[in-house]
């Protein structure tokens, strides 16, 4: 990959795209992750406005701490980088008091972790309204297209995907390029959403690497029974994902009404 023109085809199409639309800038969700990282840099290079957020809920101390040291280096080394911080817990745990009951707290643990994806998307968009700017999200190729990993209407709901063609190890290199906080490059990645240490490894099962790999493997046309061991699980795993999530990744689907039906008997 040639890298600095990428970065410089993603940074002149993020520019062009927010002019186009007459908007005065861009806002994103930092979250100590690569990806938001990678992205809000990208952003910041536009020379347009950027509106940094950091929306805890719950949060784990070093995504924080991360999260902080990331918008820090921004404003230090852009001029058009604005922050703010947007305290979400008691707003989170005012919404899970208000819903009834259940009998197995841990029966709601998936819908609870995506109530704060999308929280934070309303935030976001709440910023972007008052201030004429684009949300500009942080999914990358594998997490948007393959796996689905991501949050219908949380981190999904966003104007534009400035990374979304390229996949996880990619995202790495620019990182490197762009000069990111070696902290963050280095951390594993993690969704954020359960307030504890597990990372998008162990929800999925298997990493990033092995997952672009078998990204391309499905792009070729190869099945499960083409692979024996190590291979064969990945496979299965990404295919398992990729299935469930595929409703995440079409548009939604619409009840046509036959022509016949319109007409009056």
């Known amino acids: 990959m040639q890298t600095q023109k990428v970065i410089d085809h993603i940074t002149n199409w993020l520019k062009t795209y927010a002019t186009n639309a007459n908007c005065k800038g861009f806002v994103i969700g930092i979250s100590g992750g690569i990806d938001s990282a990678v992205t809000s840099t990208l952003c910041a290079r536009t020379g347009l406005d950027l509106l940094c957020l950091e929306m805890p809920i719950h949060q784990g101390k070093n995504q924080v701490t991360r999260a902080d040291n990331h918008i820090d280096w921004l404003m230090n080394n852009f001029g058009n980088v604005k922050r703010q911080k947007v305290e979400l817990t008691p707003v989170f745990d005012a919404l899970v008091k208000a819903f009834p009951e259940v009998e197995q707290e841990e029966d709601r643990f998936m819908s609870l972790a995506n109530t704060r994806a999308r929280l934070r998307m309303t935030s976001l968009y709440y910023f972007a309204a008052l201030k004429g700017y684009l949300v500009a999200g942080t999914g990358n190729k594998v997490e ?35 000069g990111v906080n070696q902290e963050i490059i280095d951390a594993a990645p993690t969704d954020g959403l359960w307030g504890d240490s597990r990372t998008d490894e162990d929800q999925i099962g298997a990493s990033y690497p092995e997952l672009e790999w078998a990204m391309q493997m499905d792009d070729q046309g190869k099945k499960v029974e083409d692979f024996s061991d190590r291979k064969k699980e990945v496979f299965k795993i990404y295919k398992r994902f990729n299935t469930a999530n595929k409703h995440k990744m079409v548009p939604i689907p619409i009840c046509e009404i036959p022509d016949s039906l319109k007409v009056t008997d």
């Open 144 to 178: 948007d297209f393959g796996v689905g990993f991501y949050t219908k209407y949380g981190d999904g709901g966003v104007d534009l995907s400035p990374i979304a063609d390229l996949v996880k190890t990619e995202v790495w290199e620019l990182g490197r390029v762009l």
